[in-house]
């Protein structure tokens, strides 16, 4: 008898297939310290502004770094492209439907201006706040250097998968370890999903890694390419190799997980599968003080050849500071996020970021539904 060989599937879970179980202790939610540091630099708040267009310009950066979160800015999109980054918005957001992509790829296509790299970077600074930038590992050489020069804080590396091993015959790929000791600031990476890269990365000396591939609301890799882990498990992973990491060498670096969030609970499952930080984009650009006014589409959706994120309506549901703080005007967890992370930590009877990655998770497909037909059925009605 010929035995076949086989691979075996593993089972992974999304925000909405767990759950949370209670602490056997709880804790006043206005007692948890819910703070992030990024080498020397300490955060209020555990959350980062997604580098997109339609979350962060600089004006959206210096309001939500004085509520204590961490914005970034995409260095290579329209606020680096266009002298009037309004205009490009305004068209952006005035298409319609059948005409988004493309006019995306058009209103992209254009090349960065360098010159302009400094200008956002300054105009943030004068604000009185941290100022984080992303590139892709293409543009890192090129750009890092003229943003840290204008003065930025932070520096993330970005793409849809990025790992410590490139190969190429056409050109020399980004090497992280001299990079870091290049640009002598922090430096996050992403975007990854597995233990092995997580960890790999991790020994470049890098102070943060972003979890997930293809989440995000504007994002269409996952139906595109095919790949993807879900974002429980991805952070599992993920943060399994940050503490292997920490074993062997000493070092913490901070594990944020990037893209997939709809409620306060789902930010609440990340830090307890081990985040030490959430990204968010679509819940921010539901802010009244986003660039995207009411839109959010994805970063590579201009490519040329093969787009992989798309504009989506998300509409404007408040202030920043109404959807961090409060008070919520809606039931369905998109408000209050900082009241939601801190009232489950209460719960949980976790006094800080790291208790939470101790609490229990289970397997809970029925969590959102679960008693809740009058729910569904009104809400339908």
């Known amino acids: 008898m010929t035995t076949i060989p086989h691979r075996e599937l593993r089972r992974a879970y999304g925000f909405d297939e767990v759950a949370i179980v209670p602490g056997d202790i709880t804790v006043n939610p206005d007692q948890t310290d819910i703070e992030l540091k990024i080498g020397e630099i300490t955060f209020a708040l ?3 502004a997604a580098a997109m267009d ?8 210096i309001l939500f ?23 490009a918005l305004e068209e952006i957001t ?12 058009k209103i992209y296509s254009l090349p960065i201006k360098e010159n302009l790299v400094g200008e956002r970077v300054r105009a943030i600074k004068r604000g009185g706040a941290r100022c984080i930038v992303s590139v892709t590992p293409a543009n890192a050489k090129k750009l890092a250097p003229l943003a840290i020069e204008a003065g930025a804080d932070i520096l993330v590396v970005q793409s849809t998968v990025t790992t410590a091993r490139h190969v190429s015959k056409s050109y020399k790929g980004l090497t992280f370890t001299e990079l870091q ?9 992403g975007n990854c999903v597995s233990y092995e890269a997580a960890l790999e990365l991790m020994r470049t000396g890098i102070a943060g890694i972003l979890v997930g591939v293809g989440p995000g609301a504007a994002c269409t890799s996952r139906e595109v390419l095919g790949v ?18 920490f074993q062997e060498s000493g070092r913490y670096v901070a594990v944020i997980t990037d893209g997939g969030f709809r409620t306060g609970g789902d930010i609440c499952k990340a830090i307890a599968a081990g985040a030490d930080a959430v990204m968010l984009g679509s819940l921010f650009a539901q802010a009244k003080e986003a660039p995207g006014r009411g839109y959010h589409w994805g970063m590579a959706g201009p490519h040329p050849l093969l787009p992989r994120g798309t504009r989506v309506k998300v509409g404007i549901k408040g202030s920043l500071e109404q959807i961090l703080f409060g008070p919520t005007t809606v039931t369905d967890g998109s408000e209050n996020l900082i009241g939601a992370l801190r009232t489950c930590m209460g719960v949980c009877g976790a006094f800080n970021i790291k208790d939470m990655h101790k609490t229990q998770i289970v397997i809970a497909p029925a969590i959102k539904t679960e008693g809740k037909h009058l729910q569904a059925a009104q809400q339908c009605g």
């Open 46 to 48: 555990p959350v980062l």
């Open 181 to 189: 000791q290049a640009v002598r600031i922090p430096v996050l990476v």
């Open 54 to 61: 339609a979350v962060v310009d600089p004006t959206f950066a």
């Open 228 to 245: 993807g882990v879900p974002q429980v498990t991805a952070t599992m992973d993920c943060a399994a190799a940050r503490d292997t990491y």
């Open 65 to 87: 770094n004085k509520l204590g979160g961490m914005p970034v800015l995409n260095l290579e999109g329209i606020q680096t492209k266009y002298d009037n980054p309004a205009e």
């Open 94 to 105: 005035q298409a319609p439907p059948s005409q988004a992509t493309p006019l995306l790829q």
